[in-house]
């Protein structure tokens, strides 16, 4: 891997401006169908079935990072950086302790891993792991119990990286997202203690 180095910054409207050019559109060649076993009496099943394949830009429905600053308190927010020498090549956003994030669950010792992002040419190199790492180091000492990740059904490569990070799935929302109907919210979580 290049020698990468990871920055914490404040998320200022610069630098969510220069993370948000970086692309976060992914190809979708499978996603999980959930499955019930006796009505979900007998657990839910979420099977990973090839599907056409699609392309996805999550940035292009009004949910892209540069636009989080007038949307929401960031103060306790912060922006994990990679450069690659004096180029941004990906990071993620964390927010933390902040009044009307529900996947906060109103609680002070929670982060969320609301955006990780990665340059086309840099993915594939073990950034996305470094970065990762980092987000949970930065959550042990802030005294955090827990880091939850946001996924959806139709981003499979996203949910196996959370999951060999040592994640696990702790809700399944069907119907979260009005406007896709077909995507299913997948949260994943990491106990600290």
């Given at each position: 891997m290049k020698d990468i180095k990871v920055v914490i910054?404040?998320?200022?409207?610069?630098?969510?401006?220069?993370?948000?050019?970086?692309?976060?559109?992914?190809r979708a060649d499978s996603?999980?169908?959930?499955?019930?076993?006796?009505?979900?009496?007998?657990?839910?099943?979420?099977?990973?079935?090839?599907?056409?394949?699609?392309?996805?830009?999550?940035?292009?429905?009004?949910?892209?990072?540069?636009?989080?600053?007038?949307?929401?308190?960031?103060?306790?927010?912060?922006?994990?950086?990679?450069?690659?020498?004096?180029?941004?090549?990906?990071?993620?956003?964390?927010?933390?302790?902040?009044?009307?994030?529900?996947?906060?669950?109103?609680?002070?010792?929670?982060?969320?891993?609301?955006d990780i992002r990665i340059n086309k040419d840099y993915r594939g190199m073990g950034i996305g792991t470094k970065i990762f790492e980092r987000c949970i180091k930065w959550a042990r000492n802030n005294k955090c119990t827990r880091v939850k990740v946001e996924t959806q059904n139709n981003n499979v490569k996203a949910c196996k990286f959370y999951v060999s990070k040592g994640a696990k799935l702790s809700n399944i929302n069907r119907y979260y997202y009005k406007d896709y109907p077909d995507e299913v919210q997948l949260i994943w979580s990491i106990d600290l203690e």
């Open positions: 910054e404040e998320p200022t409207r610069e630098v969510l401006k220069e993370y948000s050019d970086i692309s976060i559109k992914f996603e999980y169908r959930l499955t019930w076993k006796n009505n979900g009496l007998s657990g839910i099943m979420l099977v990973e079935e090839s599907v056409e394949p699609y392309w996805k830009d999550y940035d292009t429905i009004d949910s892209n990072p540069s636009l989080l600053i007038d949307k929401f308190d960031l103060s306790n927010w912060r922006v994990l950086s990679t450069f690659d020498g004096d180029t941004r090549v990906g990071g993620a956003i964390i927010a933390y302790n902040t009044e009307g994030i529900n996947i906060l669950e109103g609680k002070d010792d929670l982060v969320v891993v609301w």
